[in-house]
């Protein structure tokens, strides 16, 4: 994957937050005062979303069958159409205007606006119209975050041809963060991060993950959402978080946990 910056001439404090499941569906007053607080502290906040309960209601109630495969939603043709209006016209706009009625001046983007994310599909036989990102332009982004704006972005990309494709959530949260150099990824979810033996853990690593995926204790969705964090981590950014939304839960830490 490539990535287009604009020049930037001093260093930004960045932090992207990821927002998926339930919690899309009702901030509470916890997540608009830490966000506030982080956007006190200096930081440069970008959010990225998905969609999965409203999609699901669109597809149920125009009966197209959904299913998903190691995390991610296998999307034909139809259901492509109904994710993207889904998306686009539906869950980004009332995202932003949660945040403008807090007090956040925020705008929605999509991978279309300035070619944000330009995709390739990902594996059109097993997957259909899933995208896979080959260049993120972030002019835009640092357009918006220089004027104090919060750049809302929706998980759908589009191809060379304009082709509009589904990405994985967790995947274009991943992957922005790592266009726009952030400090911290923070993936927000309906659970309190990561849950082994029915306890949630404060601090993991990537070796205790890949072996919890082997053993069979993360599963499902949680798979792509932990891959993400740890190519994220590989690839130099310090710490990837899995919250709820009260931003607090599971850190993800590429340093040897203490014992």
């Excluded at 509470?28 to 607080?37: L, V, Y």
């Excluded at 991610?72 to 016209?89: F, Y």
């Excluded at 309190?192 to 205790?208: F, H, L, M, N, W």
């Amino acid at each position: 994957m490539t990535t287009c910056k604009s020049t930037q001439v001093t260093a930004r404090k960045r932090i992207v937050i990821k927002l998926g499941g339930s919690t899309l569906e009702g901030l509470n007053e916890a997540f608009f005062s830490n966000f506030k607080t982080l956007q006190e502290d200096g930081y440069e906040i970008i959010i990225t979303h998905g969609g999965g309960p409203a999609i699901n209601r669109e597809l149920e109630k125009r009966d197209v069958p959904s299913h998903k495969i190691n995390g991610i939603r296998v999307t034909n043709e139809e259901a492509m159409e109904i994710v993207q209006s889904t998306l686009i016209g539906q869950v980004n706009p009332k995202l932003v205007h949660d945040l403008n009625q807090a007090g956040i001046q925020a705008i929605g983007l999509n991978g279309f606006d300035m070619n944000l994310l330009e995709c390739e599909f990902l594996d059109f036989e097993t997957y259909g119209y899933v995208g896979e990102i080959k260049k993120i332009d972030t002019a835009i982004i640092d357009i918006l975050t220089a004027n104090n704006v919060v750049p809302v972005i929706s998980c759908i990309g589009a191809t060379e041809t304009g082709q509009g494709l589904n990405i994985n959530g967790d995947t274009v949260a991943s992957e922005i963060a790592l266009a726009v150099g952030a400090e911290r990824l923070l993936l927000v979810t309906d659970v309190s991060g990561i849950r082994i033996g029915g306890e949630y853990q404060k601090e993991v690593t990537p070796e205790q993950i890949r072996q919890w995926i082997e053993e069979g204790k993360i599963t499902g969705g949680m798979i792509p959402k932990v891959e993400g964090a740890i190519r994220v981590l590989n690839a130099g950014i310090p710490k990837v978080e899995i919250v709820d939304d009260t931003l607090t839960g599971t850190t993800i830490t590429s340093k040897e946990l203490v014992k």
